[in-house]
């Protein structure tokens, strides 16, 4: 198993510009999130999924947008970037049901820097 | 509302010290699930431990021992003889039963450990 994967690692866009931070797992997990990492804030979650063509709003929805079409898939939307977007973004996913432990598995994180 | 606090910003010890981080919780369900996660510089995150709100024994693991105590609402871990290696950031999280948040991780605000040689 690869476990939780996301791609690029790095990331530099100008100010306005839209990208998408890909997610895939393949552990047959059905939830699924998003989380941004700033400095002094711990992670703060931004989108989840409790499964294909599910999703929700975490935290810190705004300038962002997921969408969950397959159960390996959680891609993450910058519509048009902007300098308070700079942060790591971790992929996390958990196959917690009822009773279950909720463990998360986390991917490695995309750098990513707005100019 | 659930909240995690890790009031500790940075400590710095002095190898073989011990040290205790800790991890104070507000929630309002019965069932819930805290969580430590080790954060080295290379910046991936490396689960530590899981506890569920109704198993309130110590747990040691190496080095490493937890200290789960409901009546005061914290979660405090505790590194024994630590070690340069263990120099991270340390990030207490707490989730609540999968019914009512589908596995979502509330996290603190980390905890830098420093441990110099």
């Known amino acids: 198993n690869a476990g939780v994967t996301q791609t690029p690692k790095f990331q530099v866009l100008k100010t306005g510009q839209s990208m998408t931070l890909q997610c895939a797992q393949d552990m047959n997990h059905e939830y699924m999130s998003w989380y941004r990492q700033d400095p002094g804030m711990g992670l703060r979650l931004i989108h989840y999924s409790v499964g294909a063509g599910i999703t929700d709003q975490g935290e810190v929805p705004n300038g962002y947008n997921v969408s969950r079409s397959t159960t390996e898939d959680f891609p993450l939307r910058l519509l048009s970037a902007a300098p308070s977007q700079t942060s790591v973004y971790f992929c996390?996913?958990?196959?917690?049901?009822?009773?279950?432990?909720?463990?998360?598995?986390f991917g490695p994180g995309t750098r990513l820097t707005v100019l | 509302a659930q909240k995690v606090t890790q009031a500790q910003t940075e400590i710095s010890v002095v190898e073989k010290e011990d040290v205790t981080l800790d991890c104070v919780y507000e929630?309002?369900?019965?069932?819930?699930?805290l969580f430590w996660y080790k954060q080295p510089p290379s910046g991936e995150l490396v689960f530590l431990i899981r506890r569920n709100s109704f198993d309130e024994q110590n747990e040691i693991s190496g080095r490493y021992s937890w200290n789960f105590q409901k009546s005061t609402s914290s979660f405090n871990f505790t590194i024994t003889a630590s070690q340069v290696v263990d120099s991270a950031v340390y990030f207490c999280a707490l989730s609540e039963a999968w019914e009512t948040s589908g596995s979502r991780l509330t996290f603190g605000e980390g905890t830098q450990l420093t441990v110099n040689p």
């Open positions: 996390a996913s958990s196959y917690s049901r009822t009773g279950g432990t909720n463990e998360q598995f």
């Open positions: 929630t309002r369900d019965t069932t819930y699930y």
